[in-house]
Structures are given as C-alpha cells and as structure tokens.
T-cell receptor, first 115, second 113 residues
Framework: NAGVMQNPRHLVRRRGQEARLRCSPM?????VYWYRQLPEEGLKFMVY????????ESGMPKERFSAEFPKEGPSILRIQQVVRGDSAAYFC?????????????FGNGTRLTVT | GDSVTQMEGPVTLSEEAFLTINCTYT??????LFWYVQYPGEGLQLLLK?????DKGSNKGFEATYRKETTSFHLEKGSVQVSDSAVYFC????????????FGKGITLSVRP
C-alpha cells in the first residue's frame, strides 16, 4: 500500500518561472492538505482540498499560488512567477476522513529552490 | 487564533538520557493534540495523539498527556536512543469542517552515542 507520493523530490527554478508540485494521496484518501516549511520554522497550512473542490485556502498567498485536486490524477500545487522567498519544502498530506478521526499521512515533500 | 508553542531548540542528549520536550497550546475550541516526528529527508510521521483531557498518547517509548488545566502536551521518553534523532513537532486540530493541523516550530533532537 503505497504512501503519499510527491514529485519531484527536488525542484530548481529561476526567478519568474513556474513551479508545479504533484501529490498523489494514499489509495482511498479523498482529503488532501498542502503545507509549506520554511527554514527554522514549522509547517504552515496552505490549502485543504477534496476531490474537485477547494475547501479551505486560508493559508494560500493571494497571488501566484493555486491548487487543484481533479477527479482523476494527482493534486497539483502551482506557483507562478516564482521568487526567492518561495524557496521552501512543500509537503502534501492525505486523509480518508476528517482529521480528528484519522491522522494525516505525509509525503516526503518537494524541496523547491529558486535561483 | 489557534497556536502551538514549543520550547526552543536544538536539544542534544546522550544515549539513555531522559527526554522532555515542552509544548503548550492556545485553541478556540476543544482540540485534539498530536506529536509528529520528521527524520532527515523525510515527511512527517504521526508519533502519538490524544483527543481529550487526561488522555495519554504513547508510542515507541514516547508518552504525552493532554493537560487541559495547563494547556500542555509535553513529550517524554525515559531513555533515548541515537535512532530518535529527528525533528519533533507538536500540533493541534480543532474539530470542524476544515479540521487542519496547526504546528509548532519544531525542535531538533540529536542523541549522542
């Protein structure tokens, strides 16, 4: 039973380029969360999605960031026109049900470096 | 808003030493509390959790007790091993339709042989 799969593991982008981060949740999981981890900081919530729906995007920057979780295929976190401050580790987590009844399962993350 | 405060790190201990990592929280509702562990280059793994006051979560020799009166969820282990070296995150979630985790900053534990 594969865990949460994120790819790529490492992504290097120049300023102004686009970054696309992919997350395949565990089989049977329909809830996906994206978190960002900056150096020396904890994980910050970005967005919570269910299939084809954004449920909570209160942690997403208002510009350049978007997320989707289509009916078929992985969840995608998209960052347009990246800047150096976007360099961070981005983690995806999935759950089959609401968090209090089942824990989040995290992927190994995508480490984005903007040069 | 909801928040989690962890003690400042990093922490360095000798093998078989006693470990305490402090965690306190502020929450608008009645939260569930979690400890996650992150090994180098990996994602977070759930270590233990507690969902109501006075519950004790335990796993792999680690324990934490949900103390509502002191809003704390301190992590303890009686005898640490080198393999326990990792980053430890305290987290909470408040029940609701958008039950997301709020994390503390994490603390790095290094255990010397």
């Amino acid at each position: 039973n594969a865990g949460v799969m994120q790819n790529p593991r490492h992504l290097v982008r120049r300023r102004g380029q686009e970054a696309r981060l992919r997350c395949s949740p565990m089989k049977g999981h329909s809830h996906v969360y994206w978190y960002r981890q900056l150096p020396e900081e904890g994980l910050k919530f970005m967005v919570y999605l269910q299939k084809e729906n954004i449920i909570d995007e209160s942690g997403m920057p208002k510009e350049r960031f978007s997320a989707e979780f289509p009916k078929e295929g992985p969840s995608i976190l998209r960052i347009q026109q990246v800047v150096r401050g976007d360099s961070a580790a981005y983690f995806c987590a999935s759950s089959p049900n609401y968090i209090n009844r089942s824990p989040l399962h995290f992927g190994n993350g995508t480490r984005l470096t903007v040069t | 808003g909801d928040s989690v405060t962890q003690m400042e790190g990093p922490v360095t201990l000798s093998e078989e030493a006693f470990l305490t990592i402090n965690c306190t929280y502020t929450a608008t509702g009645y939260p569930s509390l979690f400890w996650y562990v992150q090994y180098p280059g990996e994602g977070l793994q759930l270590l233990l959790k507690a969902t109501k006051a006075d519950d004790k979560g335990s796993n792999k020799g680690f324990e934490a007790t949900y103390r509502k009166e002191t809003t704390s969820f301190h992590l303890e282990k009686g005898s640490v091993q080198v393999s326990d070296s990792a980053v430890y995150f305290c987290a909470l979630s408040v029940p609701g339709a958008n039950s997301k985790l709020t994390f503390g900053k994490g603390i790095t534990l290094s255990v010397r042989p």
